[in-house]
């Protein structure tokens, strides 16, 4: 089972309903936005780990995320890792996490603040992954960096296709807000994924 498929199956399964009980989100709602969840943070990391200086800067937050959080996932609904996961957020994502949280709440017609928490907690859970795996093979900054663009890959080929727009929002060049067009075209690709509720 490859990284992305275990990180999905963890927050699917574990983070989500913990998100579902903070924040009030429905669960099967919550359960449907973790795997795109998953698909953001990875192509935000593999967008950061291009850069020599991105990657760089990930070994070094690997050391604080060496894997323990994933044998107390109980843990990520605290307060201190919530607010460690909204840091982590805004390094990977940038300028553009508010928009991508837009998206997605648009797309699932929840509140923005919602999935802005959801997300906030699977970010731990990410590199909390990642550093265990970059422990357990030894890898430099280089080996990290492909790690991070291996997956990253494989979370824009595994995700929705519906969550396209989103994706190619986030890997473009420059941290312009996104337009109300790209919203809408998400929210109407999304809108398919939650229809049925």
């Known amino acids: 089972m490859s990284l992305m498929d275990q990180l999905t199956d963890v927050i699917s399964s574990q983070i989500a309903g913990q998100a579902a009980s903070k924040t009030g989100m429905d669960a099967r709602t919550a359960k449907q936005?973790?795997?795109?969840?998953?698909?953001?943070?990875?192509?935000?990391?593999?967008?950061?780990?291009?850069?020599?200086?991105?990657?760089?800067?990930?070994?070094?937050?690997?050391?604080?995320?060496?894997?323990?959080?994933?044998?107390?996932?109980?843990?990520?609904?605290?307060?201190?890792?919530?607010?460690?996961?909204?840091?982590?957020?805004?390094?990977?994502?940038?300028?553009?996490?508010?928009?991508?949280?837009?998206?997605?709440?648009?797309?699932?017609?929840?509140?923005?603040?919602?999935?802005?928490?959801?997300?906030?907690?699977?970010?731990?859970?990410?590199?909390a992954s990642l550093g265990r795996e970059k422990n357990a093979r030894g890898l430099d900054v280089a080996g990290l960096a492909g790690l991070v663009t291996e997956e990253g890959i494989r979370a824009e080929r595994t995700a929705p296709n519906e969550l396209g727009g989103v994706l190619k929002f986030l890997d473009a060049d420059g941290d312009g807000d996104i337009t109300d067009e790209v919203l809408d075209m998400g929210a109407k690709m999304l809108g398919g994924l939650f229809g049925k509720k």
């Open 33 to 127: 936005l973790a795997p795109m969840a998953v698909a953001v943070l990875m192509n935000g990391l593999k967008k950061n780990a291009a850069e020599p200086s991105g990657a760089e800067a990930l070994a070094r937050a690997l050391q604080n995320h060496d894997g323990d959080l994933l044998s107390n996932l109980n843990r990520v609904g605290d307060d201190q890792v919530v607010n460690d996961g909204r840091k982590i957020l805004g390094h990977i994502l940038g300028g553009k996490q508010d928009g991508a949280e837009r998206a997605l709440a648009g797309a699932a017609g929840v509140d923005k603040s919602q999935v802005a928490a959801l997300l906030a907690m699977a970010a731990p859970v990410v590199l």
